[in-house]
């Protein structure tokens, strides 16, 4: 028998086992720079996720020693360039007269304390596509605030990071109606995030309870609706009780509307108005200057733009106000939760009829939405952070 040498197999295999010994050497070389990178990269993701929690905190709760503004600042140094030409506002005169007639200190303050009052004075209804401001007199509050809050975050942060700062209060939860405040450039997706609640500047006794009581009547109505399922057709039991439901949220937003006004409104526009008029006249040029009134005419006219507002000459500000936002709020909440109520009506009818639930279960569910559509007490602080080299 003869033998066929032929060495071309052999060949290959060493060929293949040359290559694959050739990849893993590569492998060992390359493999510690690749997991250097992920191990740094991860090193880093960890380092500015926690220092962005701290920094938070510590921007809450940093204090400020002294901080001041002028009630309606903006506004009398507009009016006095208008009077006298663009820089007259620099004049030293002007300044310390300025700060003696509508100055306000405070002292000691934390900078959730002074964010939230923030939010709470640029009071803004966003509504058919345009925003209505309805407290002009606190801009220097605002800006000043901002500077503030600056200088803390450029000390902490130095030059490594980038940084954006909001406030955000908003009273009916996802309705475009509050105040808020931003401070820094546009947020990247590679920005790390924190936020937390800081509690709104004043005490109200909008609670669970105050809510329960608002609309008892509705709760007990519903309460019959579902006793009486069983003997008429289901959609009129859904129906029934998806009307009390938006009765119920109409009233606690009616409430609710009138407990914010009187905390931000009155406490701030109608006070400031009748100080400022009887001051302003002694730093300002000219008689009867006015500068509450003005803005106040620019706030009524901006209102007066929607069909919703009706101007009565016999009441005041807040009352005209009160009113207004009543209907913008009913509205915009319904827009928002369009739908679950019908959910909520043909859930808990549902479990009624199939023994799951009780009437006081389903009363205290429809009870503890309606209460969760508002958020008076806390305003929404986020800080993100992003480095600056990455």
């Not at 209505?132 to 509050?141: A, F």
């Not at 590679?190 to 669970?208: D, G, K, L, N, Q």
């Not at 009913?330 to 009624?352: F, P, Q």
């Not at 009829?353 to 009780?358: D, F, K, L, P, R």
């Amino acid at each position: 028998m003869k033998m066929i040498k032929d060495t071309r197999g052999f060949s290959s295999s060493i060929d293949v086992l040359l290559f694959l010994v050739l990849v893993s050497v590569s492998a060992v070389l390359v493999a510690p720079a690749m997991v250097g990178n992920i191990q740094l990269t991860a090193l880093h993701d960890t380092s500015a996720a926690g220092h962005n929690s701290q920094v938070i905190q510590s921007l809450q709760n940093g204090r400020v020693n002294d901080f001041s503004y002028a009630v309606a600042g903006t506004q009398m140094d507009f009016l006095l360039n208008e009077n006298l030409g663009p820089g007259a506002v620099d004049s030293g005169v002007y300044q310390t007269g300025k700060e003696l007639v509508a100055g306000r200190e405070i002292e000691h303050k934390i900078f959730a304390d002074l964010a939230s009052e923030s939010v709470a004075s640029q009071f803004t209804i966003y509504h058919a596509g345009r925003s209505v401001r309805l407290n002009l007199l606190t801009d220097e509050y605002r800006d000043n605030m901002d500077v503030q809050m600056r200088d803390n975050l450029d000390m902490q942060i130095g030059d490594r990071y980038n940084y954006n700062v909001s406030v955000v209060w908003r009273p009916f939860r996802d309705v475009p109606i509050g105040g808020e405040t931003h401070m820094g450039p546009k947020v990247p997706d590679t920005a790390y995030v924190e936020s937390s609640w800081i509690a709104m500047p004043y005490c109200t006794e909008f609670t669970r309870h105050h809510v329960e009581v608002l609309i008892a009547d509705e709760l007990k109505a519903i309460g019959v609706n579902l006793e009486s399922a069983n003997e008429v057709p289901r959609e009129d039991t859904e129906e029934q009780i998806t009307g009390h439901i938006n009765v119920a949220i109409n009233r606690t937003v009616d409430e609710a509307v009138g407990t914010i006004v009187t905390m931000t409104i009155e406490r701030t526009i109608e006070r400031a108005q009748t100080a400022v008029n009887q001051q302003v006249d002694s730093v300002v040029p000219g008689s009867n200057s006015g500068i509450s009134d003005i803005i106040m005419d620019e706030v009524l006219a901006e209102l007066k733009d929607d069909p919703a507002f009706i101007e009565d000459a016999g009441l005041e500000l807040s009352e005209q106000i009160t009113g207004y936002m009543q209907e913008v709020a009913r509205e915009e909440v319904h827009a928002v939760i369009a739908g679950e109520v019908d959910v909520l009506a043909s859930g808990i009818t549902d479990k009624y009829v199939s023994n799951v639930a009780t009437g006081e279960e389903a009363k205290d569910e429809v009870l503890d939405y309606v209460f969760s559509r508002i958020d008076i007490s806390r305003a929404r602080m986020t800080l993100a952070l992003w480095d600056r080299n990455w």
